[in-house]
């Protein structure tokens, strides 16, 4: 309806068009900025501004820290009482003292900013919208672009790196050998939080990996360009996650938000920490 109301107060705006063309430039958001864009284009229009500073409580998402886990009982049943807590009431804690090393994180965080910085022409060849799995990257912009009523200020390249790892020429040079690395570590800390979440169930804790929650691993790699008239337009919308459980690693100028107690909440970035999200299908 919202859609279908925009076009007809703006009779000469053929959405289908303006999709297509921006597609088929295989450019992304990216390319927009760098054509030196000033005003943002109708697609990535929202129905209504959004108001990112609306009056808040102070809500402060569980933080769970894993250090010593493995040697010490108490302090792990502790651990396994706060994520049961912090799942049950939010659907999301921060975590510390995961295991995973700081450079480690930096470098893929590098890695994502280096792929989508690349020359236009060299990241052009993995822009795909096939979902067959032929290939083992898809870099797009929107994998709903065609769907969604409005389109998202983002670009984003996608990795299936378990169970069946990737050859390393298969991935793309600028991030190559971190999302190897970066996805063995996550592979471990994934066996790790199933296990807290299987005794936070009352379950023996290889449960959930016994039935093949960590049996897969895909790796998203957001960008999120400057954008002229922020206020018009989002990175990512309200959604839930089609997976068992999201490890998310934030860079240092965050905007993420989860809703909580009828209302959006912050989640400041915390240098070092991964959020962690139960999915739709946990």
């Known amino acids: 309806m919202v859609t279908s109301a925009l076009a007809l107060a703006q009779p000469d705006y053929d959405r289908k068009a303006e999709l297509r063309a921006f597609d088929e430039a295989k450019t992304g958001v990216k390319g927009l900025v760098d054509a030196g864009i000033t ?20 809500l402060t ?4 820290d894993l250090q010593g886990i493995n040697n010490n009982p108490i302090q792990r049943k502790e651990v396994v009482e706060k994520v049961k807590d912090a799942l049950e009431s939010w659907g999301f804690f921060q975590l510390v003292n995961h295991g995973i090393p700081i450079n480690i994180l930096e470098d893929m965080k590098k890695g994502v900013m280096d792929f989508h910085e690349q020359d236009t022409e060299v990241k052009k060849q993995w822009y795909t919208r096939d979902m067959s ?8 912009s929107n994998f709903d672009l065609y769907a969604a009523p ?14 069946n790892p990737p050859e390393p020429h298969e991935l793309p040079p600028p991030c190559r050998q971190i999302l190897l690395e970066y996805s063995r570590h996550v592979m471990k800390l994934g066996v790790c939080l199933f296990g807290l979440i299987s005794e936070a169930l009352g379950l023996d804790p290889n449960h959930l990996v016994e039935i093949g929650c960590a049996d897969g691993l895909g790796v998203l790699g957001h960008y999120y360009p400057s954008c002229p008239q922020p206020e018009l337009t989002i990175g990512t919308p309200e959604h839930a996650d089609s997976d068992f459980i999201t490890i998310l690693l934030q860079d240092h100028i965050g905007g993420l ?14 240098p070092g920490a991964l959020v962690v999200n139960a999915g739709d299908l946990l």
């Open 39 to 58: 005003e943002v284009p109708r697609i990535f229009h929202l129905p209504s501004p959004e108001n990112l500073n609306s009056e808040q409580h102070e």
């Open 61 to 64: 998402l569980p933080t769970i």
């Open 133 to 140: 799995g032929k290939t083992r990257v898809i870099y797009n």
């Open 150 to 163: 409005v389109t998202n200020w983002r670009d984003t390249f996608y990795c299936t790196m378990a169970p």
């Open 257 to 270: 938000k989860i809703f909580y107690q009828y209302q959006w909440t912050d989640v400041p970035p915390i």
